[in-house]
DNA sequence: TTCCCTGCAAACGGTTTGCACCCCA
DNA sequence: TGGGGTGCAAACCGTTTGCAGGGAA
């Protein structure tokens, strides 16, 4: 489902990827890493919720710097939501958004027919003097039942 | 090209659509219209720099509390900019939106074929338990020449 | 040991709110 | 004239910044 991201969720191979990106592992970036791949599009402040359990003296300023960084060195994206705050994203995948305006929550919606079809149409129309850097369809809603998740058919 | 809004800023038929709305007809809120339909999807900020010029006693809150009034009433809607401030816009029809990395532009996007070919996948592909309530396609790039316009061909 | 990273706290900027006064319907 | 709209200023809150101390390579 979650794609481009790795599933294993230890120690070593957080400390790896960051390796991998030429970031420097410390305590703190490996736990705000592992946060932002098990938490569905956080904010700073939700990450940091999470995080004081286990690292109690980190502050929401380095959370925020660090998720500056990493998307910087292109590990995580940074995604405006419809709420008005920011949201990162460790799926650095082709990929389209779901809002949920009850919620709050951005859920992915991952389709490669969809992919196909909307990179199909922009090799016939262009944009002049534009150069795109990403596309994305974002839909926005309601979820019906709060508990259960929305799911594609 | 900008669909489903009126195309006179004459004063009285300003006066008329806030009418239809049901929004008693203020000056402030007339030349707040005014400059949201003249404007390219502007922040409050940018339409109070704007209407200081001729209303210059208007106060920076009375837009932000006129425009989520007008947003309530359905002549206008608040959309989340990549570089996280809100904006508004009055065209009301379903459109796509283009955002500028550099000049942090919002342009629209209309092509009924686009519409229509999204619209059609998603007659075939359901998202269950959410009621979509706005689909649309958000480009992301920069302008190539600043000074000049972005383009459809 | 050397930088870069972190924690802290203050500052920032967009947005919201409360309240007395004002003005359209 | 009554009730909603406006102006003003303070408050709010997500995010950024500066700086002194700390820890990975």
Redesign the interface.
């Known amino acids: 489902l979650r794609t481009n991201i790795i599933n294993d969720y230890s120690y070593t191979s957080l400390k790896a990827k960051l390796a991998e990106f030429k970031l420097k592992a410390t305590h703190q970036r490996i736990v705000i890493y592992e946060a932002l791949l098990k938490l569905n599009h956080p904010s700073a402040e939700s990450i940091f919720d999470q995080i004081k359990i286990v690292a109690p003296s980190i502050s929401l300023g380095t959370i925020y710097k660090t998720l500056d960084t990493m998307v910087i060195s292109g590990l995580a994206v940074k995604?405006?939501?419809?709420?008005?705050?920011?949201r990162y994203d460790a799926n650095m995948g082709s990929h389209n958004h779901?809002y949920?305006?009850n919620t709050k929550e951005i859920m992915d919606?991952e389709?490669e027919?969809?992919n196909q079809?909307?990179e199909e149409?922009f090799r016939k129309?262009?944009?002049?003097?534009?150069?795109?850097?990403?596309?994305?369809?974002?839909?926005?809603?309601?979820?019906?039942?709060l508990n259960?998740?929305?799911?594609?058919?």
Chains 1, 2 share one sequence.
């Open positions: 995604v405006s939501s419809e709420d008005g705050n920011m779901i949920c305006f919606y389709d027919e969809l079809l909307i149409f129309k262009h944009i002049e003097n534009l150069k795109i850097k990403d596309i994305r369809l974002q839909i926005n809603g309601e979820k019906i039942d259960k998740e929305v799911s594609i058919k």
